[in-house]
T-cell receptor, first 115, second 115 residues
Framework: NAGVTQTPKFQVLKTGQSMTLQCAQD?????MSWYRQDPGMGLRLIHY???????DQGEVPNGYNVSRSTTEDFPLRLLSAAPSQTSVYFC??????????????FGSGTRLTVV | AQKITQTQPGMFVQEKEAVTLDCTYD???????LFWYKQPSSGEMIFLIY??????QNATEGRYSLNFQKARKSANLVISASQLGDSAMYFC????????????FGTGTSLTVIP
């Protein structure tokens, strides 16, 4: 099925460990982004990309890295996990970053717990 | 200043009744898009409805309509004939046309439909 695929769905990390959350889309979307969702705070943008080779920081980028080597993939790397990074992470993509009608297609989310 | 404000953390509605979820936004960009997303307890984000800043008519999608009051910068979601399956979190979001690089999300409204 076409869409945004996120893996894993659940993950438990120990403080200080690193890991990569995977995100892939097969809709040839230019724009991809990562959000974290915390109770009472809505969705906050971590990083985004407007095309292969181009990434930029969002509202809460500290502790996370991204890269966009292909149109399809946009992995999110946690460098040294901290309990404050316990959250639900969503990857989302859309057709064009300059098209105001471009709604997001979201992945199913990754529930991350850092202990 | 918050770009998107949702002032109703929780709402209750009787089944088959209509309900309005409030959303106000803040932007100086004359070109923008407004979106509503639904997040059921299963966690996925589902696109509901879109309104463009230049659209003359309020958007409608089935039982969903968007009450767009541009001068007041409000974009309230109206759900008619509520169903039990409408119980979920609802997020209002905005994408500005100037850059279009970011979606701004509100903190959400939790809707519970009472049988």
């Amino acid at each position: 099925n076409a869409g945004v695929t996120q893996t894993p769905k659940f993950q438990v990390l120990k403080t200080g460990q690193s890991m990569t959350l995977q995100c892939a889309q097969d809709m040839n979307h230019e724009y991809m982004s990562w959000y974290r969702q915390d109770p009472g705070m809505g969705l906050r943008l971590i990083h985004y990309s407007v095309g292969a080779g181009i990434t930029d920081q969002g509202e809460v980028p500290n502790g996370y890295n991204v890269s966009r080597s292909t149109t399809e993939d946009f992995p999110l790397r946690l460098l040294s996990a901290a309990p404050s990074q316990t959250s639900v992470y969503f990857c989302a993509s859309s057709t064009s970053y300059r098209d105001r009608e471009g709604g997001y297609t979201f992945g199913s989310g990754t529930r991350l717990t850092v202990v | 200043a918050q770009k998107i404000t949702q002032t109703q953390p929780g709402m209750f509605v009787q089944e088959k009744e209509a309900v309005t979820l409030d959303c106000t936004y803040d932007t100086s960009d004359p070109s923008y898009g407004l979106f509503w997303y639904k997040q059921p307890s299963s966690g996925e984000m589902i696109f509901l409805i879109y309104q463009g800043s230049y659209d003359q008519q309020n958007a409608t999608e089935g039982r969903y309509s968007l009450n767009f009051q541009k001068a007041r910068k409000s974009a309230n979601l109206v759900i008619s004939a509520s169903q039990l399956g409408d119980s979920a979190m609802y997020f209002c979001a905005m994408r500005e046309g100037r850059t279009g690089n970011q979606f701004y999300f509100g903190t959400g409204t939790s809707l519970t439909v009472i049988p």
